[in-house]
C-alpha cells in the first residue's frame, strides 16, 4: 500500500492551498484517513482525520479555516485550507488505516504518505 500526497507549496498570509493524497495498492477496506504536520523542531500533530462513517476531528486551531474529505471510490483524502497563517508552516502528512484483506477480526495497519511542504509567508 502507498499514500501518494500532492498540493503542498508556498502561500501568502491568507492565501489557500488544497492537499490531496491518493491511496493505492492491495486495500480491501480503509477506515480513517488524514493529515498531521510537523513543523520544524516540533513534534508532529494531528490536523484533521475522517472515519470511514463520517466522523470528523480538527487540530482547534485549524477549525473553521481546514475541511478535509475523502473520495471511498477513489481512495482519496483532501485537505482544503484556507485563511492560511505563518504558524500553519509544516511538512504534512497523510495518513491512512488500511485493511488490506478481509477478515475476522480485519485487522488494519497505518500507512504514511512522503509529506508534502507547506510554506506561509508573512
Known amino acids: 500500500v502507498q499514500l501518494q500526497a500532492s498540493g503542498g507549496g508556498s502561500v501568502q498570509n491568507g492565501g489557500s492551498l488544497r492537499l490531496s493524497c491518493a491511496a493505492s495498492?492491495?486495500?480491501?477496506?480503509?477506515?480513517?484517513m488524514g493529515w498531521y504536520r510537523q513543523a520544524a523542531g516540533k513534534p508532529r500533530e494531528l490536523v484533521a482525520r475522517?472515519?470511514?462513517?463520517?466522523?470528523?476531528d480538527y487540530l482547534d486551531s485549524v477549525k473553521g479555516r481546514f475541511t478535509i474529505s475523502r473520495d471511498n471510490a477513489k481512495n482519496m483524502v483532501y485537505l482544503q485550507m484556507n485563511s492560511l497563517k505563518p504558524e500553519d508552516t509544516a511538512v504534512y502528512y497523510c495518513n491512512a488505516d488500511v485493511a488490506r484483506a478481509p477478515g475476522m477480526p480485519v485487522k488494519f495497519y497505518t500507512y504514511w504518505g512522503q509529506g508534502t511542504q507547506v510554506t506561509v509567508s508573512s
Open positions: 475522517i472515519i470511514s462513517g463520517g466522523s470528523i
Open positions: 495498492g492491495s486495500i480491501f477496506s480503509i477506515n480513517a
